[in-house]
């Protein structure tokens, strides 16, 4: 008798430790909700392969839900609530306009962790993060003014907010530093990706003299037409020399991977807290593809890879001082650097952009 009641004690033991068991290995749900479409080629395109470093380095510890081609404000919002109410345990949302979004979701959901890109609202289960996008444009900017023949630059702009602003500064100040002579021109496209218009408006800076072509905006079609046109340009998000091997000087690559790793594992481990990250080159999230040799001079290259290495050590940093901006007045003198409160709300050009900014 007393060896039955053991017996089924152990078994009752048994079935609680596997019951235990079953619960621990219950995959944590990954959300990733995205503005364009994966094949967009560009800032898509890399979160997408954040998501997938994130299924690689976990396999079955964890269910990655993708939705793609979700359209900013009241849309977002529907979409960000149904993920949280499916029992997602961590939604990345990867654009600056599904803010408001994902903070109205984030109030309604407290027990679900939310991570919104480029954004500036936190909350205790709400995280930002974004990447330094303008270190890489710094770059962009020296090897532009050095290669110019026309001393004509055209950049294809999104939307006229800080992260767009910041790189079109970044990449005006060096190239001004190297070619004093360089001018900048700029089309607003007023999209993250719509490949016709990226195309035409690449189209209308080269017909204006634009002999370099760099760009905000998410497909590789300005490239494609500056490969056609040939002239030279710069990938954005991703390395789109594959669409144009003989344009792309360079590309700024977007790099997510081990960010998105290391907060799924966060929540994993139960220490999950709520961050603002800002990382550029030292953290790794900004990355610059290979150089295109036989299209960059000799020491145009040497230049450009030493002036990355300085940024990555922390040596130089692009809005070093002294700027002026576009109306002449001095915003920072020399040995001074702008703020990252002062970066991150950036509103204004600097001097020598002949371009009014949209409200």
Request: hydrophobic share 45%.
């Amino acid at each position: 008798m007393a060896k039955s009641v053991w017996g089924a004690g152990a078994l009752a033991l048994g079935l609680g430790l596997m019951a235990q068991a079953a619960v621990a290995q219950d995959p944590v749900t990954v959300g990733f909700i995205y503005v364009g479409p994966i094949g967009d080629h560009g800032w898509t395109y890399q979160h997408n392969a954040g998501a997938t470093a994130v299924e690689e380095h976990f396999g079955d510890a964890v269910k990655v839900i993708r939705v793609e081609n979700v359209a900013e404000g009241a849309d977002a919002e529907r979409v960000i609530r149904q993920l949280a109410d499916g029992g997602a345990d961590i939604i990345f949302t990867t654009s600056f306009g599904f803010m408001n979004a994902t903070a109205a979701v984030a109030e309604q959901f407290p027990d679900v962790k939310f991570e919104h890109a480029t954004g500036y609202i936190r909350a205790d289960n709400l995280s930002t993060y974004a990447a330094r996008f303008y270190e890489g444009r710094m770059v962009a900017g020296h090897i532009a003014g050095m290669m110019t023949e026309s001393n004509i630059l055209g950049y294809i702009a999104s939307f006229p907010i800080p992260e767009v602003v910041q790189g079109i500064n970044a990449f005006m100040l060096e190239a001004q530093k190297v070619n004093p002579d360089v001018e900048v021109k700029i089309i607003w496209a007023n999209t993250w990706y719509d490949p016709g218009k990226e195309a035409d408006a690449a189209r209308a800076l080269i017909d204006q003299g634009a002999d370099i072509i760099s760009q905000h905006t998410d497909s590789p079609a300005a490239l494609q037409v500056a490969q056609e046109r040939g002239v030279h340009g710069f990938g954005q998000a991703s390395d789109m020399a594959p669409f144009a091997p003989d344009a792309q000087l360079t590309a700024l690559v977007d790099n997510w991977n081990q960010y998105y790793i290391d907060r799924v594992q966060a929540v994993i481990d139960g220490t999950w807290t709520s961050t603002d990250t800002w990382g550029g080159m030292d953290y790794g999230m900004v990355e610059l593809a290979p150089f295109n040799t036989a299209a960059i001079p000799a020491d145009v290259l040497a230049e450009a890879e030493a002036l990355a290495a300085q940024i990555k050590a922390g040596e130089v940093h692009p809005f070093d001082g002294p700027i002026v901006n576009q109306a002449g007045e001095q915003v920072i003198g020399e040995g001074e650097q702008l703020t990252d409160e002062q970066i991150l709300t950036m509103d204004w050009y600097v001097q020598g952009i002949d371009d009014q900014l949209p409200n």
